[in-house]
């Protein structure tokens, strides 16, 4: 049951400042960081590959391709039926794998990993800080 104040109105200010760095959430963070860095390439990039929706999901499905091995940390949705080329990344199984604060550099480089698949290069060429961390 949520507690409200004598008059029946609720909270009267959120707990937390709006710049206070526990208000935004992990997706949110997340989502922010995968923007900044499909930007990056976007610039580099964009005109060769067309028109690329990049999104965020937090787990994949359940139902893992064949050629996949282990749990996917992004994946390439072909376009079809007049929706263009989603590149999907996850979210909980990046952040298991990289350092607490390292998120960045293991997004850019599934980024490049994706969009390399996309094009039909390789992730050295299409970001060259492609596997050299943070």
Do not use: C, K, N
């Not at 994949?60 to 072909?78: C, I, K, N």
């Not at 960045?104 to 599934?110: A, F, K, Q, S």
């Amino acid at each position: 049951m949520a507690r409200r104040d004598r008059h029946g109105r609720g909270l009267r200010a959120p707990l937390l400042p709006y710049d206070a760095p526990g208000y935004r959430t992990r997706g949110e963070v997340f989502d922010d960081e995968l923007r900044d860095a499909a930007e990056r390439l976007e610039s580099r990039w964009g005109r060769a590959w067309g028109r690329i929706d990049f999104a965020a999901e937090d787990v994949p499905p359940s139902d893992p391709t064949p050629w996949e091995h282990g749990v996917p940390l992004g994946r390439v949705f072909p376009a079809e039926l007049g929706q263009p080329t989603r590149v999907v990344v996850y979210r909980r199984p990046l952040e298991l794998r990289a350092d607490p604060g390292h998120v960045r550099p293991i997004l850019r480089d599934v980024l490049a990993e994706q969009v390399g698949a996309v094009l039909g290069r390789a992730p050295e060429d299409v970001d060259p800080d492609y596997g050299a961390g943070e």
